[in-house]
């Protein structure tokens, strides 16, 4: 039972436009969740977060929106760069963040110069 | 400051052999857990430590085992290796609980011939 989905596996933008990438959950007790950037043979590296409290949390180029109700997140990356072409992963928890993450599979996102 | 550092970068054993994988939490940091990413499969959680104490364990076999020392650096022993157990296994750490990202190392590629 796959509790964090990332329903496309790759996406492809031009420089400079935004990229949106999509994240359903199904667990009604996640309170917590992530968005990670990973490079090939490199660990994931945290972009940004954002707790159930919020709906929207903005750093930089980038903002994670929160739909509760339709358990529904998105990360926009708003102009979008060459350097940001990675595989980025949704991951979710319950209790605040101090237990174990649940990842998604993960969107490879391309922007082409 | 330092990131959360990984040993050995890839280890190979055979079937039934022992592997010990090591990781160097960030400064400060009192939490570390494991995760595994097979091939073609997202980030599976392993387990969780915080201040020497296994908190949280995910749907591995107890031939998944580890500790976290004093100085909170942490291992990850595999017993009995099987074929399925090659994967790339990842560490990452946090500053105590509550909502707080965990911040990755590079991951210990295993291999089993």
């Known amino acids: 039972d796959q509790q964090v989905k990332q329903n496309s596996p790759s996406l492809s933008v031009q420089e400079g436009r935004i990229s949106i990438l999509n994240c359903d959950y199904t667990?009604?007790?996640?309170?917590?969740f992530l968005w990670y950037k990973k490079y090939p043979a490199e660990g994931p590296t945290f972009l940004i977060s954002i707790s159930s409290i919020k709906d929207k949390n903005e750093d930089g180029r980038f903002t994670v929106f929160l739909n509760k109700s339709a358990k529904h997140l998105s990360l926009h990356i708003v102009p979008s760069q060459p350097g940001d072409s990675a595989v980025y992963f949704c991951a979710a928890s319950e209790e605040g963040g101090s237990e174990k993450l649940v990842f998604g599979k993960g969107t490879k996102l391309t922007v082409n110069p | 400051e330092a990131g959360v550092t990984q040993s050995p970068t890839h280890l190979i054993k055979t079937r039934g052999q022992q592997a010990t994988l090591r990781c160097s939490p960030i400064s400060g940091h009192t939490s570390v857990y494991w995760y595994q990413q097979a091939l073609g499969l997202g980030l599976q959680f392993l387990l969780w430590y915080d201040e020497g104490e296994e908190r949280n364990r995910g749907n591995f076999p107890p031939r998944f085992s580890g500790r976290q020392f004093p100085n909170y650096s942490s291992e990850l022993n595999v017993n009995a290796l099987e074929l399925e157990d090659s994967a790339l296994y990842l560490c990452?750490?946090?500053f105590g609980t509550g909502s707080q990202p965990q911040h990755f190392g590079d991951g210990t590629r295993l291999s089993i011939l």
């Open positions: 990452a750490s946090s």
């Open positions: 667990n009604s007790m996640f309170d917590y």
